[in-house]
């Protein structure tokens, strides 16, 4: 097991995905709670089988896939459904990125998660690196990739923890307002910086 875990996280449209895949260009095994998230409702889990059981059919596709937008409009409006939600998905979710960090071969591994001071996920790793760039540019670069509108962006990274809450509990950080070539600098060096900490645990 990679006895080492780092913790990455940054707001939307920081740039977290693209560092994430710096570090796995070095060879360092990833565990992305987005794709975890995704894996524990797939077709045939015990986590879509209750999420069917609790909300009925209409919260699946005609495939056997989950309706991610009919569940949407069912937790929307409603606290306890999405409270209820919750309770079950967190667990799955956590269990499922313990045992991939466990299974990871390499000299350390890094925990990829947006919420991760948010969710207190911040306890299972050994240190944390935050993606950072101004508010300005996150919704600069969120309108341009995701094609919404400013003001979507702003709810969402109003919703997230503040800018200066991650910084004070960053670990390391990475200034992304640069190009991919110092960005790239910036992943070698905390590369080696982490397979130092790692040889020492």
Not at 51 to 60: M, Q, T, W
Not at 151 to 176: F, M, P, T, W
Request: glycine share 6%; net charge negative; aromatic share 4%.
């Amino acid at each position: 097991m990679s006895k080492f875990v780092v913790g990455l996280t940054g707001g939307i449209g920081s740039g977290k995905t693209t560092v994430a895949n710096l570090f796995d260009e070095w060879g360092i095994d990833l565990v992305d709670a987005d794709i975890v998230s995704r894996d524990v409702v797939a077709k045939g889990t015990k986590g879509l089988t209750e999420i069917a059981h609790h909300f009925g059919p209409s919260v699946l596709l005609e495939n056997g896939e989950l309706n991610r937008a009919a569940l949407r409009e069912k937790i929307f409006n409603d606290p306890s459904a999405r409270e209820w939600l919750n309770n079950l998905l967190h667990p799955l979710i956590r269990t499922e990125m313990l045992t991939q960090l466990q299974n990871a071969t390499s000299a350390y591994a890094i925990l990829v998660v947006p919420l991760l001071f948010e969710n207190g996920l911040d306890r299972l790793v050994n240190c944390t690196l935050v993606v950072d760039i101004s508010p300005e540019l996150q919704i600069k670069r969120t309108t341009e990739r995701d094609a919404v509108d400013a003001q979507q962006v702003k709810n969402i990274i109003a919703s997230q923890a503040s800018r200066d809450e991650k910084l004070s509990k960053a670990d390391d950080v990475i200034d992304n307002r640069g190009d991919i070539s110092a960005l790239k600098e910036k992943v070698a060096a905390l590369h080696n910086k982490y397979i130092k900490l790692a040889a020492q645990t």
